[in-house]
Nanobody
Framework: QVQLVESGGGLVQAGRSLRLSCAAS????????MGWYRQAPGKSRELVAI???????TYAESVKGRFTISRDNARNTVYLQTDSLRPEDTAVYYC???????????????WGQGTQVTVSS
């Protein structure tokens, strides 16, 4: 089992920044990916950014150039630096961790409780 604890959400004006953090604990495999998804009211959950233990990064097109994902493997923590925030970035942001077996097949998928990000215009 894996526990994910998020922090860093809040209310900001458009154009400002926030830094989200997510600390993981528990059974974390050496092959894993940590990242962020978000869900706005009335919409489905979508990928924001994810970074694998192999260093592969994927961003949603809508956040490329504005958001930066990074991780501290020693602390099992992933960060999301969100710059130039827009009202359409308003959503609940969920931390995610995926454990993979040796062939990079997904074995387990874990979610944090979510942190609200609200961007006012």
């Amino acid at each position: 089992q894996v526990q994910l604890v998020e922090s860093g959400g809040g209310l900001v004006q458009a154009g400002r920044s926030l830094r989200l953090s997510c600390a993981a604990s528990g059974s974390i495999f050496s092959r894993n990916a940590m990242g962020w998804y978000r869900q706005a009211p009335g919409k489905s959950r979508e990928l924001v950014a994810i970074l694998s233990s192999a260093g592969v990064t994927t961003y949603a097109e809508s956040v490329k150039g504005r958001f930066t994902i990074s991780r501290d493997n020693a602390r099992n923590t992933v960060y999301l630096q969100t710059d130039s925030l827009r009202p359409e970035d308003t959503a609940v942001y969920y931390c995610n961790l995926k454990n993979y077996e040796s062939g990079w097949s997904e074995l387990a998928n874990y979610w944090g409780q979510g942190t609200q990000v609200t961007v006012s215009s």
